[in-house]
T-cell receptor, first 115, second 112 residues
Framework: AQSVTQPDIHITVSEGASLELRCNYS??????LFWYVQSPGQGLQLLLK??????LVQGIKGFEAEFKRSQSSFNLRKPSVHWSDAAEYFC?????????????FGRGTQLTVWP | ETGVTQSPTHLIKTRGQQVTLRCSSQ?????VSWYQQALGQGPQFIFQ???????GRGNFPPRFSGLQFPNYSSELNVNALELDDSALYLC???????????FGPGTRLTVT
């Protein structure tokens, strides 16, 4: 069965510091992979996606993520965090095949940014 | 281009009642998915509609039902509400099953 693990429930970084949010997935084939961000009381905003091809993908707001098949990981990175990046971040796996179209989400990582 | 919209924003219902939540998909999108997000959790897939047909359902009981209309807007209906149904309900649309999903702001449902 598909599953997504985000090992870090809460991360705190200083403004200007680099950031890496971890995501590991369990899936029988190469899935579609996504990172979404959610501000308090809001819906989800798509940061970036991986479907195929280049394993390093660029997204909005200066974020990037790298797909590593051997580690079943899709970690999100940003070289310099801004205070406005404080939010909850969700990694999601999109299934292929018979369950095409479903997204399976991790529990999320809450990011706090210190000034 | 108008994004995904949902109504109402907030809703308070009593246990045993029924509720209907509405979603308007983004222009050009023919697929709508519904998710339930309990407090402190990631969204969980409820079901999906593609060109007015249900295209799969997650682990939710039959009292969760839905519709998609010819203009690709959608409704989520929940009968016999239970306290555990209290959650943020998110609608997402996409231009096909294999494409990225864009989410609306959600409907916060509280069941008392």
């Amino acid at each position: 069965a598909q599953s997504v693990t985000q090992p870090d429930i809460h991360i705190t970084v200083s403004e200007g510091a680099s950031l890496e949010l971890r995501c590991n997935y369990s899936y029988g084939a190469t899935p579609y992979l996504f990172w979404y961000v959610q501000s308090p009381g809001q819906g989800l905003q798509l940061l970036l996606k991986y479907f195929s091809g280049d394993t390093l993908v660029q997204g909005i707001k200066g974020f990037e993520a790298e797909f590593k098949r051997s580690q079943s990981s899709f970690n999100l990175r940003k070289p310099s965090v801004h205070w406005s990046d404080a939010a909850e971040y969700f990694c999601a796996v999109g299934a292929r095949g018979s369950t095409l179209g479903r997204l399976y989400f991790g529990r999320g990582t809450q990011l706090t940014v210190w000034p | 281009e108008t994004g995904v919209t949902q109504s109402p924003t907030h809703l308070i219902k009593t246990r045993g009642q029924q509720v209907t939540l509405r979603c308007s998909s983004q222009s050009g999108h023919n697929t709508v998915s519904w998710y339930q997000q309990a407090l402190g959790q990631g969204p969980q897939f409820i079901f999906q509609y593609y060109r007015e047909e249900e295209n799969g359902r997650g682990n939710f009981p039959p009292r969760f039902s839905g519709l998609q209309f010819p203009n690709y807007s959608s409704e989520l209906n929940v009968n016999a509400l239970e306290l555990d149904d209290s959650a943020l309900y998110l609608c997402a649309s996409s231009s096909g099953l294999a494409n990225e999903q864009y989410f609306g702001p959600g409907t916060r449902l509280t069941v008392t």
